[in-house]
Each structure stands twice: as C-alpha cells, then as structure tokens.
C-alpha cells in the first residue's frame, strides 16, 4: 500500500469526522475515536463514496470496516489504492 | 406510460406519539442531539397494542369514501401492501374489502413489500387500470414497524413509526403515469429483517427488527441514484424536467446522501420526517398529501417517486400531478 495512498484515506476520513489530520493515524477506528460512531461511519462512506467518484457504494464490505487499517487495505484489494 | 391516474390519497396515523425525551428517558445514555442529526425526526407515531396496518388503512380509506370522491360501489380492486399483516394467512386484504363494505365483483390481494410499495403498488394497480381489466383502485400502504422493534435498538427506534395511507386510483384515458423502473438485490436480504417471523426459523411470535444500518446505506447510494438515473433516460428527461422529487423518507442522512450525489437542487426535494418519522411504505404517499395540502405540490407538476429499502427493493416512476 502506497504512503501517498494511505494519506489520502486519512485525510478524507478526518474531514468526515470533522477532525485535524494529524489527529488520525493507521490504527485509528470505531473503537478508540468516539467522534467515530454510526453517524460518523455513514460520513465517511459518504466522503469516500465521492473522492471515488461513486464507487464506494458499491462495495458493501466497507459497511462493516471500521478502521483507517481496515478501510485502507478493502481500497486496495479492490483496485482504489 | 399508463392509463391511470392518483384521484386522490388521505392517511391516518395512530394517536399515540413517541419523541425525542421519550426516547431519552427509556435509554438515558443515547446522544439525542447526534441521535437527531442523523435521523431528521423528532416525533415518530406509535400503534396501539390492538391497532394493526389494517385499522389505520382501513381509517384513511373510510376518509377518502367521506371526501365524497368515489363510492364503495365503483371500487373494482383494493391492494393492500404491509409487511405487519393481521394474519399469515387469511389475506388482510379481504378482511379489509369486508370492513370497507365493497363490493363482491372487486378484487382483492395483499402484496409484501417495505419502503418500495407503493411505487410498486402504483405499477400494479397502474397496469390493471391501464389494461382496462379495473377501472377503480384502493390502494392501501401501511405498517406497524414499532410492533416489531426493540426499545434499546439505537438504529431502529428512532426512524421507524406507524402509519397508513390510502390513495385511489383511477382509468383515465391521459396517461400520467409512468414509465416505471423497478429493482431488486435479495443478497441484501438479511441486513434488513424481522428474523423468525415466518415458517422459516421458529416461527413463533413476532420477530425483533434487526437492521445493519451501514450496509442498507450504502445500497441506497449505489442503488438509487442509478435508479434515477435510469428512470430519467428511459422516459427521455433530465434532471431539470422534474418538478419535485419525492423519495422515500427514510431518514435524513441517507436523503441527503441521495440529493448530494444526485445534484439535486434542495429546493427541488421533498423532506417531511421530522414530525412523523419513517412510515415505511407510508411515506411517500402521507408526504405527497401533505405537500399537496401545503401547496407545494401543485396540478399539472411532474413528480419522481422514488422507494428503496428491506428486500433489498426499490423502485421508481413519474408521475404527473393531477
């Protein structure tokens, strides 16, 4: 996985969050950032859904990833990063 | 296009109402204010414990039989589409032709179907209507969600509430109605369900609502804005050509997810959550009245109704306001 690639991914998330992106790093997620709830979660997929140019909705797995890791690596495997 | 259009449609609600301060006191460490952001609803309607889908479909029936529109006589077919019905079986739809006194030559079926029905409702009554086979429909949507809902659920109670609506359809020899674009994606299935509520499973009692609100997120922004898309091509319009978008009102993150990716102009789209919640297939219906009594939905306009949700299922139409 590309640095430039994973900088992208925290960069949007942080926007979706609301949040400064040195806030946010590899390991963040659901569990250890409160602002990343369920609504949080929908942002996100909102946010990513258009720096991908609406191919996020499409891939239903990242409805259930809830890490920066996590989201990063479903990128990959399907060709975004 | 088809030969048919909406004559007229009236709703009905339970008396009882749930809101923001009720839901606190049952669950004291949800975020409300959070809670609101993503819902858009602060007040949802609640069923009576002896109140089904029927009683309040039959209820706005009976309103659109007092507006003097039609007699029970000239009513040729009544659909009844629920996903709470009375019964498993005898079909809810024939109690309710026996409630509503019609008459013995009508039809009567219920069909199966959440926040997609009454799209779907208005492509099935519509093509009897066209085909001449009826010349005058009740088509009745409605449910009793809260029925099956866990108080402590933080992705279901705030949303889902209770309603019923009737809307009558007519022949007309002007089409004004249609095309129609009508979809499906069982393999989503489960992330909307009331498991163990049919002969699949226990089957016994009624089921809890489970749903994995992210999942059905992301089917909504892949599904509907293609459905739209669709929809426009095929009858040959764009974006500007519609004068109001009606989707359904599921909650306000995924209607402004919707517009968002749509680039609809909001002045353009129909919300109207806030003060009664998601009525499932209720509330496109319930929202078309109340913009029509608002003065917002004016005769002669060209609407896109648009329904999406459990199944997963969607569907979507055109229709020229009367």
């Known amino acids: 996985m590309s640095e430039n690639g994973v900088s992208i991914v925290l960069e949007t998330i942080a926007k979706a969050l609301d949040l400064p992106a040195d806030r946010l790093n590899e390991d963040s997620s659901m569990q250890n950032l409160p602002v990343w709830d369920s609504l949080g979660h929908l942002n996100i997929l909102v946010a990513l859904d258009k720096h991908y140019f609406g191919r996020i909705a499409k891939i239903s797995e990242l409805a259930k990833a809830t890490s920066v890791r996590e989201i990063a690596a479903i990128l990959q495997r399907h060709g975004l990063l | ?322």
């Open chain 2, 1 to 322: 296009m088809l030969k048919a259009r909406i004559a007229g449609i009236e709703y009905a609600l339970p008396l009882k109402t749930e809101s923001m301060e009720d839901l606190q006191r049952d669950n004291p460490d949800w975020d409300l204010p959070k809670i609101f952001a993503k819902t858009g609803i602060r007040r949802r309607y609640i069923s009576a414990p002896d109140q089904t889908a029927a009683d309040l479909c039959c209820e706005a029936a009976e309103k659109i039989f007092e507006s003097g529109r039609v007699s029970r006589e000239e009513i040729d077919g009544v659909l009844f589409c629920t996903q709470s019905p009375d019964y498993a079986l005898p079909t809810t739809a024939c109690i309710l032709h026996e409630r509503l006194k019609l008459p013995k030559r009508s039809a009567a079926f219920d069909f199966n179907l959440g926040c997609s029905g009454f799209v779907y409702g208005l492509a099935i009554a519509g093509s009897m209507l066209d085909s001449s086979l009826l010349r005058t429909v009740l088509l009745l949507c409605g449910d009793t969600y809260t029925k099956y809902v866990d108080p402590h659920d933080r992705t279901c109670r705030p949303i889902f509430s209770d309603g019923g609506s009737a809307t009558l359809l007519r022949h007309h020899p002007e089409s004004s109605m249609g095309p129609f674009q009508l979809g499906t994606d069982g393999s989503g299935y489960r992330n909307l369900i009331v498991a163990n509520s049919g002969v699949r499973g226990k089957g016994a009692g009624l089921g809890t609502l489970h749903m994995e609100g992210a999942s059905v997120f992301l089917f909504t922004m892949d599904a509907v804005p293609q459905c739209v898309d669709s929809l426009l091509k095929r009858a040959q319009l764009s974006m500007e050509d519609v004068d109001l978008f009606v989707f359904h009102q599921a909650s306000r993150v995924v209607l402004e997810a919707i517009v968002k990716k749509l680039g609809i102009p909001s002045e353009k789209v129909l919300i109207d959550l806030e003060s009664i919640g998601n009525t499932v297939s209720a509330t496109i219906p319930i929202a078309l009245k109340r913009a029509a009594e608002a003065g917002r939905l004016k005769s002669g306009q060209r609407v896109l109704l648009m329904g999406f949700g459990v199944g997963y299922s969607w569907g979507g139409c055109l229709v020229q306001w009367a």
